[in-house]
């Protein structure tokens, strides 16, 4: 299914507007590893509550949507790692036999991103959260079309993103280990230039990005080659321009 | 308009009554609850009931040893049960249309726990620990690798609704033609984290969890797994709507109002093109939480009035969190494959029969208790999680009224 990506946005430490991101696509280079956006968007009361991943991938949604949008897309939320961090301290706790805190406990479910956005943005659609390994922007895109299929008239936004894992199980996992988000907004018809996605069963690895799938996949999005392949595992995902 | 069918064709489950479909649905139809074991090694000092999987659970072969951690053992237990039908499947469709989207909201963090431990005695984590036991995408990883199916993998984690919300994916994912069948469906495991996580909320009965009873006091948590073979085929039982919604309201308390719910309701019953009246049973979410039965019993109040037979099964196999929505459609699955001329067996309503009375007063089922049904039933199950996701699913004996 074509898919039509009319809006977008990202955020990488010191990357952080459009003109930004197009100059990063036509040099592009390893992402700085360290930092977070201050999220001055949000309430100060929720924006206490927000861990570096959530007011990431929230500045990502908040810079994709105009604020007639916001409150009634539905939305797709991707993260390999979500919480992981957060679940770090409180795996801690249990192993000690220390009391666990409700609120950290409570912001540590992989919806927690998308619960937030919901609140945050007074927004009742639907929304789901996914983890797919090395694979999750491409599962994300899936989702996006899932959501399509059950209502083909209204778009979807898409919000992914990860910071990298801390010490603890980070010598584990082999991956750019870089904060960042990206957000888009899909559409199954409409104005803007438009995508298809397909698969196949492959057997050949493809070569990794020195930087997250999805930020390879914004690089190719602003460049002018026809398409991108991507998958770690047996199944190949091929986006292409229409 | 005519819309590919839904087929759930094959079915596999594990939880605290049993791994048989003939043992589960015995003891889910008597109301059993001896299912729940008391356990005082999740949280320090307490003694409390569990729904934990007694049952020995298979080992995950050598080669992928890197996904083994109880969440993936309950999960293949669930697989194992319908591995003739999947493999017939790939054979039939080909390898890269097949698909894998599940829920879970813990994956292995248990074994990450046991990792943890061993980091604390000794300075490292446990040798055979793996981050694919961890992250969420594991189990779908886990399953992809297990069965040989190429087609996306991917897992749905929303909380309490992860399970309910993986079989609408593996819906849509059929009529959209990206894959001609799905593995769907959702493992849950017991762990530290979420005994601990809900104890801290308040959120654990000091009994037994006693949904719609003015003695209330939370929830028994509990695991396990229930994986769906879903085609576009026609017959048998069918997944026939979907309805999902969100709250804006609070990252761990419901709308007390039960707006989410009702909306969940009302778009799993537009989206089958079903009127209240034609709805069957009705399973409960119900946690047996303060929060969670006023709201839902005021929401299915409105939605469907008291006449509705309504159960909740939490009782039964505890809360398995991000697999309670699969387990529970396994539970409708069965009620509809044992359905006798036009009637419908239904699960008892499980508690120490005090009702609220400031609950809306729908209908809990009684004991043994059957209802006709006509000769195609439809049966609903809620699921709402934390940070107000919720998911409502239609099942039913044939596509298209």
Redesign the interface.
């Known amino acids: 299914?074509k898919l039509s990506l009319t809006n977008w946005s990202a955020w990488a430490p010191g990357i952080e507007t459009p003109d930004a991101w197009r100059a990063w696509a036509r040099e592009p280079s390893p992402l700085a590893k360290e930092g977070a956006p201050d999220g001055k968007f949000l309430p100060a009361m929720l924006r206490r509550?927000c861990t570096p991943l959530t007011r990431t991938m929230l500045a990502a949604a908040w810079g994709c949507l105009d604020a007639n949008e916001l409150p009634t897309l539905r939305s797709v939320f991707a993260s390999?790692?979500?919480s992981?961090n957060e679940?770090?301290g409180?795996?801690?706790?249990?192993?000690?036999?220390e009391?666990?805190?409700?609120a950290t406990?409570?912001?540590?479910?992989?919806?927690?991103q998308?619960?937030?956005f919901?609140?945050a943005?007074?927004?009742?659609?639907?929304?789901?959260?996914?983890?797919?390994?090395e694979?999750?922007w491409?599962?994300a895109w899936?989702?996006a079309?899932?959501?399509l299929?059950?209502d083909p008239s209204a778009p979807v936004l898409v919000v992914i993103g990860d910071v990298p894992l801390a010490e603890?199980?980070a010598p584990?996992?082999d991956e750019p280990a870089v904060p960042y988000a990206f957000a888009c907004r899909l559409a199954s018809e409409g104005s803007g230039p438009g995508i298809t996605l397909a698969?196949?069963?492959s057997d050949q690895p493809l070569p990794r990005p020195a930087w997250p799938h999805v930020l390879e996949f914004l690089r190719w999005w602003l460049s002018d080659e026809p398409t991108l392949a991507q998958g770690s595992?047996?199944?190949r995902y091929t986006f292409r321009r229409s | 308009m005519t819309r590919t069918p839904c087929s759930l064709a094959a079915l596999g489950q594990v939880n605290a009554l049993g791994k048989t479909h003939a043992e589960i649905a015995k003891r889910l139809f008597a109301g059993d609850t001896s299912g729940l074991t008391l356990r005082d090694d999740l949280v320090?000092e307490r003694s409390l009931l569990f729904g934990a999987v007694r049952d020995p659970l298979p080992e995950i072969p050598a080669r992928l040893a890197r996904f083994a951690c109880r969440n993936n053992r309950l999960a293949l237990a669930a697989l194992e049960q319908i591995g003739a039908e999947v493999e017939a499947t790939l054979s039939r469709f080909?390898?890269?249309r097949v698909g894998v989207v599940v829920g879970t909201?813990t994956s292995g963090?248990g074994d990450?726990?046991e990792a943890?431990?061993v980091?604390?005695r000794t300075g490292r984590?446990a040798r055979e620990?793996?981050?694919?036991q961890?992250?969420?995408?594991?189990l779908?990883?886990f399953l992809?690798?297990a069965t040989g199916a190429?087609?996306?993998?991917?897992?749905?984690?929303?909380?309490c609704s992860s399970g309910a919300?993986a079989l609408?994916?593996a819906r849509?994912?059929i009529?959209?033609g990206?894959c001609d069948a799905v593995i769907s469906g959702a493992a849950d495991s017991l762990c530290?984290?979420t005994a601990?996580?809900?104890?801290?909320?308040?959120a654990l009965s000091a009994r037994i969890t006693n949904p719609c009873s003015r003695n209330r006091d939370g929830l028994t948590l509990g695991e396990g797994s229930a994986l769906f073979l879903v085609t576009g085929d026609a017959g048998g039982v069918q997944l026939l709507g979907?309805g999902?919604?969100?709250?804006?309201?609070?990252?761990?308390a419901p709308d007390p109002e039960g707006?989410?719910a009702e909306?969940a309701m009302r778009g799993a019953l537009a989206?089958a093109g079903l009127a209240p009246s034609e709805i069957a049973y009705l399973n409960l979410h119900g946690t047996g939480t303060p929060q969670n039965d006023p709201m839902e019993c005021a929401a299915v109040a409105r939605v469907f009035g008291t006449e509705l037979p309504c159960s909740s099964t939490k009782a039964l196999i505890g809360h398995a969190l991000g697999a309670a929505g699969a387990l529970e459609a396994a539970f409708c699955w069965l009620v509809l494959a044992n359905r006798s001329n036009d009637s419908l067996t239904l699960p008892p309503h499980v508690f120490d029969g005090e009702r609220d009375p400031a609950l809306a007063p729908i209908r809990l089922v009684a004991a043994s208790e059957s209802v006709k049904a006509g000769a195609h039933p439809r049966v609903l199950t809620n699921s709402f999680?934390?940070?107000?996701?919720n998911c409502s699913l239609v099942l039913g004996t044939d596509a298209d009224a």
């Open positions: 299914m509550r390999r790692h979500g992981i679940s770090i409180l795996l801690e706790n249990v192993v000690r036999r009391k666990l805190s409700p406990f409570s912001h540590t479910v992989h919806n927690a998308a619960a937030l919901s609140i943005a007074v927004n009742r659609a639907a929304s789901s959260s996914l983890s797919a390994q694979d999750t491409a599962c899936i989702e079309l899932t959501f299929e059950r603890t199980f584990l996992v698969l196949e069963d595992r047996g199944t | 320090p080909g390898r890269a909201s963090v990450a726990e943890i431990a980091r604390e984590l620990f793996d981050y694919a961890l992250e969420f995408g594991g779908s990883g992809a690798e190429r087609g996306p993998a991917y897992t749905l984690s929303t909380a919300r609408a994916t849509s994912l009529r959209l990206i530290g984290l601990n996580g809900f104890a801290s909320l308040g979907v999902e919604s969100s709250e804006a309201h609070h990252i761990s707006n989410g909306a989206d999680g934390f940070g107000g996701s």
